[in-house]
């Protein structure tokens, strides 16, 4: 597939699309590393992994930030701000981290049945989730 500038038409980049058998196997691998929990990246490690991404986004920004400026049609100032926007987004997942694991409380004691009593929510992953965005700055 041929990505070109929407402003000049001249080509950015050409990419191999995957075929509907390399996207399945690529789910059907996922799927199956999901389910081996043994093989779950420890929270600590996710959180490093994560930070280490922002710092190499954000060392790339301007970078970005132009590839997203030709190839979307964004106006430069508008791109640079959506690339700071993903660095914050990397950042704020990785703080939050701790506070997916250890869930919330949920408040009880408010009415005579719930006296004395808790409750409190876990997150639980529920594995891979495919999704197609449609993306359009004109």
């Known amino acids: 597939m041929n990505v ?19 996207a399945d196997r690529m789910l059907q691998t996922g799927q199956r590393l999901f389910k081996d929990r043994e093989q779950w990246l420890s ?5 490093v992994i994560l930070n ?7 060392a790339q920004a301007e970078d970005f930030a132009q590839l997203i400026a030709s190839e979307g049609g964004k106006p430069l100032r508008d791109a640079r701000v959506e690339v700071s926007r993903a660095v914050a ?3 704020l997942a990785a703080q939050e981290i701790p506070c997916v694991l250890r869930g919330q409380q949920i408040p009880m004691g408010l009415t005579p049945e719930t006296h004395g009593r808790m409750a409190f929510t876990l997150y639980e992953p ?13």
């Open 4 to 22: 070109t500038s929407p402003c000049d038409g001249r080509l950015i980049k050409t990419l191999r699309l995957q075929t509907i058998e390399e």
């Open 43 to 47: 929270a600590e490690r996710r959180m």
């Open 52 to 58: 280490k991404l922002a710092e190499l986004v954000a």
């Open 89 to 91: 987004g990397i950042r």
């Open 126 to 138: 529920i594995g891979q989730v495919v999704a197609i965005s449609a993306f359009n700055a004109k």
